[in-house]
């Protein structure tokens, strides 16, 4: 099967309420930049969404289906790459099989593919070095609010006592964002897409794995994240836009954005995308667009898109509202 051919562009928008999208490892306190009161999700935790999303609801447990993940989650011991290598394979290879093993790795794992691997090999010996190495062709800037968001601190009590006989139930302390607008932006390069093997079949699942991988968070720091809008534009010849995030705006008219706590709350504008869009048009292919219906944009997403940007060619254009 033929490589992803397309330099792609994805502008990912999913809201959160009243829940934690990524805490810190010390505290687990929402990450939160400090000069603009942005809130902040690394691009870590998106891939984890997209490949549980696919471990779950895609992969159909046969090793040659190439929906297997190769980073899952560590379970009792500490899972190495090389020892997750040896649960799909058996065994490491030696240094001379490993582009053999590479191989073997593309075609069998989705999240490869689309992200990269790195697995260092153990047998073998200083002079002949090496190891198996792999650039992802999806890679996503590190996501953040379209706005200021607060976090706040809630105490409370655990559901059982510390000890047998204590008189109370534990103390306990967690951090919630009551609202925001996370935006992700990703870049998807056919260069490195014939060196991992990435397809336009793995393209649509990422898609998928977005959207739907999204909504199927249901741990009690992770519920109630929505997806709003997910856009991709394939361009020929190299050519991109450019950081999607700096051209959208937010218009509300409450007395500060800190007091933003749903959609109902603000428009997005888009026309700073809509407008440098307008100027790759040459060697832009096609376009996908997913938009949540509740979701207030301006303008007229699907009528900019047609008239201006893939100018009534409708079968350069996918156009979904859920």
Excluded at 220 to 243: M, T
Excluded at 294 to 315: H, I, N
Aim: charge should be neutral; proline fraction near 4%.
């Amino acid at each position: 099967m033929s490589s992803y051919p397309y330099r792609s562009e994805i502008m990912f928008l999913y809201d959160v309420f009243r829940c934690n999208p990524n805490g810190d490892p010390f505290e687990n306190r929402p990450r939160q930049d400090p000069v603009t009161g942005r809130i902040e999700v690394t691009d870590v935790r998106l891939k984890r969404t997209v490949r549980d999303y696919i471990l779950r609801f895609e992969h159909a447990s046969d090793q040659d289906d190439g929906l297997d993940i190769f980073v899952r989650v560590a379970d009792e011991k500490a899972l190495t790459a090389e020892r997750r290598y040896e649960e799909l394979f058996g065994n490491l290879p030696e240094a001379k099989d490993i582009e053999t093993a590479k191989r073997k790795l593309i075609e069998r794992c989705i999240d490869v593919r689309m992200f990269g691997a790195l697995v260092p090999i153990t047998k073998k010996t200083a002079e002949e070095g090496g190891g198996i190495q792999l650039t992802g062709a999806v890679q996503f800037n590190p996501g953040v609010s379209l706005h200021r968001a607060d976090v706040l601190q809630i105490d409370g009590t655990g559901g059982f006592a510390s000890k047998e006989k204590a008189r109370q139930k534990t103390f306990r302390r967690e951090f919630i964002v009551p609202y925001a607008l996370i935006g992700f932006y990703g870049v998807i390069n056919e260069n490195l897409a014939k060196e991992s093997g990435l397809t336009e079949k793995d393209v649509g699942v990422l898609m998928k794995a977005l959207w739907y991988g999204t909504l199927a968070l249901h741990s009690r720091s992770k519920a109630f994240h929505h997806p709003r809008l997910l856009l991709r534009f394939d361009f020929k010849n190299e050519s991109q836009c450019g950081y999607f995030l700096d051209k959208v705006e937010l218009w509300h008219s409450l007395p500060d954005e800190l007091h933003i706590r749903s959609p109902k709350d603000y428009t997005v504008n888009l026309q700073g995308i809509i407008e440098v869009l307008k100027k790759r048009l040459a060697d832009l292919v096609r376009v996908e667009c997913w938009i949540d219906s509740g979701l207030k944009v301006t303008p007229d997403l699907e009528k900019a898109l047609k008239e201006e940007v893939v100018q009534d060619s409708q079968d350069r254009l996918v156009f979904r509202v859920l």
